[in-house]
């Protein structure tokens, strides 16, 4: 599947119908989520760090782009890779980078890391680069962080929201919305939204009544699958 097809799965979609990417962090959950059925998948960065051995945030570029075209190379539906804030690369080599490992998409952050919001118009200058540099190649989905590193405010999230669909990326992912700031974001923001659910049907059904059009789980699927190994393996030890 082409970038262009990925990006047709985000629209037209009935509501409470969003797009499901499970989170994969190695070649073999990724093989499960495309047995199980799933169209395309979306990398988590804390996910693919932890099966790393690294924090998240700390992973570093090479290892992570070797992980994601490992998960790329495993499944024959697409995947988008959450890549941070693009590792310091100019747009063309990050897009470079991106296409070298298989992916169709990308999720990009406007935080530095560090716990501080980047300038919202500088960001959005940047946006508009990398979407030079990839043409139609990729689908740019632009994380805002506005309820994790910033005031919180859904007027200051909107607003970032639609500098970077200016700019030209295809989704914004307003991290850690909460629920009934949603109708303020989806009324003021144009095209599609990414919101994150916990790995439960419940989670995702909440989601999806909200209006999300995409779902996506962060590092959830990688931290239950670990939890519900930790719990088998303190049976067998005792």
């Given amino acids: 599947?082409?970038?262009?097809?990925?990006?047709?799965?985000?629209?037209?979609?009935?509501?409470g119908d969003p797009l499901v990417l499970p989170g994969p962090w190695d070649a073999g959950s990724a093989k499960m989520f495309a047995d199980a059925g799933f169209?395309?998948?979306?990398?988590?960065?804390?996910?693919?760090?932890?099966?790393?051995?690294?924090?998240?945030?700390?992973?570093?570029?090479?290892?992570?782009?070797?992980?994601?075209a490992r998960i790329v190379r495993a499944v024959s539906v697409p995947v988008s890779a959450d890549v941070e804030g693009g590792y310091g690369l100019a747009p063309g080599e990050l897009v470079e980078r991106l296409l070298e490992a298989g992916v169709v998409g990308c999720n990009l952050e406007?935080?530095?890391?560090?716990?501080?919001?980047?300038?919202?118009?500088?960001?959005?200058?940047?946006?508009?680069?990398?979407?030079?540099?990839?043409?139609?190649a990729l689908f740019i989905n632009a994380r805002v962080d506005t309820?994790?590193?910033?005031?919180?405010?859904?007027?200051?999230?909107?607003?970032r929201a639609r500098l970077y669909v200016a700019a030209g990326v295809d989704c914004v992912y307003p991290l850690l919305a909460p629920a009934e700031v949603f109708p303020v974001?989806?009324?003021g923001i144009t095209g599609p939204i990414n919101m994150a659910a916990e790995p439960?049907?419940?989670?995702?059904?909440?989601?999806?009544?909200?209006?999300?059009?995409?779902?996506?789980?962060?590092?959830?699927m990688q931290r239950y699958a670990m939890g519900a190994m930790a719990a088998r393996a303190a049976e067998l030890r005792g």
């Fill in 200 to 220: 439960a049907r419940e989670s995702v059904a909440e989601v999806a009544r909200l209006g999300a059009t995409r779902i996506t789980f962060g590092p959830g």
């Fill in 1 to 15: 599947m082409t970038a262009s097809a990925f990006r047709a799965l985000h629209h037209d979609r009935a509501a």
């Fill in 110 to 136: 406007d935080s530095d890391g560090h716990g501080t919001l980047k300038d919202s118009q500088r960001h959005a200058d940047w946006l508009a680069e990398v979407r030079a540099a990839a043409g139609d």
């Fill in 39 to 68: 169209p395309a998948l979306a990398t988590p960065s804390a996910g693919v760090a932890a099966s790393l051995g690294y924090e998240d945030g700390a992973t570093p570029p090479d290892e992570m782009f070797a992980a994601v």
């Fill in 185 to 187: 974001l989806r009324d």
């Fill in 147 to 159: 309820f994790l590193f910033g005031t919180g405010d859904p007027a200051d999230a909107v607003a």
